[in-house]
């Protein structure tokens, strides 16, 4: 059983999910328009809760939410699913096979056999699409992979049903019902406004300010725990930043695609001279995780290393809170 869906690679899942299901079901619409209408763009420092014992930093909103906002506001409605045990999951997804409904499903990197041995660490946030099975194969578009792949049945089941933080617990979704007419400026405006205000937040952790503690706690950090975890804060900064769903720079690349698509749909010119910036300050976040890279590599020469690192990253926030503030005045 197998359906006639097509295969897009994107750069971030759960958008790319989310466009290759509305692809699928009439509604041509890109990646970069899924993320910015969704509000992917995001910043938030957690230093209370540790992911592989380092603080965890976030580039985008809770799981879920950029395909559901993307839903509310354009009237599409979409049907989630959570299940109890594998029994159940398994057949409501078969279910959806022979009816020819690609389903998307959150699941967990751990398991996926088809990554590269560094990709795949405990994090159950990710997406992907099954569009059919054959044997016991189930045939998989992961939108970040190029092409399609396979999961057994065994390991299908286990990445749906992972344990840890944003357990998945077999979710599945798929849109029902698409509007014939869209409001596409409506709604690029109030994800525009959504986000400005999401970055411009007066919460210490959130935003722009987030970035700015972040930035001041860099400078403590060799000396109130030592270089060696210091590093290890680093590290987990990058990979939050560069391999979990692409962050920070990526992030803003996309954001950038969708400042030049909206200021077509809305006849706002500004908003494609914003999109230059947004492109600027993406390489500013990839030079900030290249400089600490090369710290917990143990490969930079740089004397006052942190205080560099930190003053880069103060230097980013600053850029953003300008960029959104003249993002909020343009529409």
């Known amino acids: 059983m197998t359906t006639d869906f097509k295969h897009y690679q994107s750069a971030h899942c759960e958008n790319g999910v989310a466009s290759n299901l509305l692809k699928h079901n009439g509604l041509n619409i890109s990646e970069p328009m899924i993320f910015g209408i969704g509000s992917g763009l995001f910043f938030v420092y957690l230093p209370f809760i540790k992911v592989n014992h380092a603080p965890a930093f976030s580039y985008r909103p809770l799981p879920g939410s950029i395909f559901g906002k993307v839903a509310k506001r354009l009237g599409i409605k979409i049907k989630r699913q959570k299940f109890s045990g594998s029994q159940s999951a398994v057949e409501a997804l078969d279910k959806n096979l022979k009816n020819n409904i690609p389903s998307g499903l959150q699941v967990g990197v751990y398991n996926l056999t088809y990554f590269p041995d560094d990709y795949r660490f405990h994090f159950n946030a990710h997406n992907l699409v099954v569009y059919g099975k054959e044997g016991n194969d189930y045939l998989i578009s992961d ?10 049945a065994e390991d299908l089941d286990r990445v749906r049903f992972a344990k840890g933080a944003f357990a998945p617990k077999g979710q599945m979704y798929y849109p029902i019902h698409i509007p014939k007419n869209l409001d596409f400026k409506k709604a690029i405006t109030i994800a525009i406004k959504a986000t400005c205000r999401d970055m411009l937040a007066p919460v210490p952790i959130v935003g722009v300010r987030g970035i700015r503690m972040v930035a ?6 060799p000396v109130k725990m030592g270089a060696r975890k210091a590093n290890h804060y680093l590290a987990q900064i990058v990979r939050m930043q560069e391999e979990i769903g692409t962050g920070g720079g990526g992030f803003r690349f996309i954001y950038a695609a969708f400042l030049q698509e909206a200021s077509v749909i809305l006849d706002n010119p500004k908003l494609k001279e914003l ?43 600053n850029r953003e809170e300008v960029f959104f503030k003249k993002l909020r005045k343009s529409i």
Request: glycine share 2%; aromatic share 10%.
């Open 275 to 317: 999109s230059f910036e947004m492109t600027e300050i993406g390489d500013m976040w990839r030079d900030f995780a290249v400089e600490a890279a090369r710290v917990y590599k143990k490969r930079s020469s740089q004397p006052d290393v942190y205080n560099m690192l930190a003053d880069q990253l103060t230097t980013i926030a």
């Open 216 to 221: 001041r706690q860099i400078r403590k950090w």
């Open 143 to 152: 939108p970040v992979m190029e092409t399609v792949t396979t999961l057994s």
